[in-house]
């Protein structure tokens, strides 16, 4: 395993980024929970989501539990994405850089970013859906909001992506140098 000249701030890094991932991984499930039983939380959220298309939309129980479905799609690749996180800052606390299990842990956080800015219109569009399909005729919606925060994470997963086939090509010629001597 190759020695880094700055491996201690790397160290020190990572285990701050573990702690932080974690605290974020608990408090988006907590609030994620929580906003589909506070009512207002929920209208904040459908604001967030829906813009002026989520400000009348009438919160029924059936259609909370039909919000909290759909949301539940990109919440949980999210979460997925950060606990890959977590563990790939927990592989650099311990000095595993290019290792098999690193990259494969990059690759998977890359993927759900990736998956984020799919996620992002679908879940949009469907807590519309969700919302209005039981209006009468005439009174149901259908929106499609994309935004550049969408586009943006297209990217950066795929930066990500290509970071972690670099880091896998690194890993290879790594492994094949140390078997030379």
């Known amino acids: 395993m190759p020695a880094f000249a700055n491996s201690d701030r790397l160290r020190r890094f990572s285990n701050a980024m573990v702690i932080v991932t974690s605290i974020g991984m608990v408090v988006i499930a907590v609030a994620m929970c929580l906003v589909f ?12 989501r829906l813009g002026e298309a989520g400000r009348d939309l009438t919160l029924t129980p059936g259609r ?43 690759r998977n956080f890359a ?37 550049t925060n969408d586009y943006v994470a297209l990217i950066v997963g795929g930066v990500l992506l290509a970071v972690a086939w670099v880091m896998a090509e690194a890993a290879r010629i790594a492994d094949e140098n140390a078997s030379f001597v």
């Open 37 to 48: 039983f506070v009512p207002e939380w929920t209208r904040n959220l459908l604001l967030a």
């Open 64 to 106: 909370v539990a039909a919000g909290a479905a759909v949301t539940a799609v990109p919440v949980g690749v999210l979460l997925f994405g950060l606990w890959q996180a977590r563990a790939l800052f927990a592989d650099f606390a311990a000095g595993r850089v290019f290792t098999p299990s690193s990259v494969r842990r990059l």
């Open 111 to 147: 993927a759900c970013v990736m998956a984020q800015a799919a996620l992002g219109p679908l879940s949009s569009t469907a807590l519309l859906i969700a919302f209005t399909l039981s209006n009468p005729p005439g009174s149901r919606q259908l929106g499609i909001a994309l935004s």
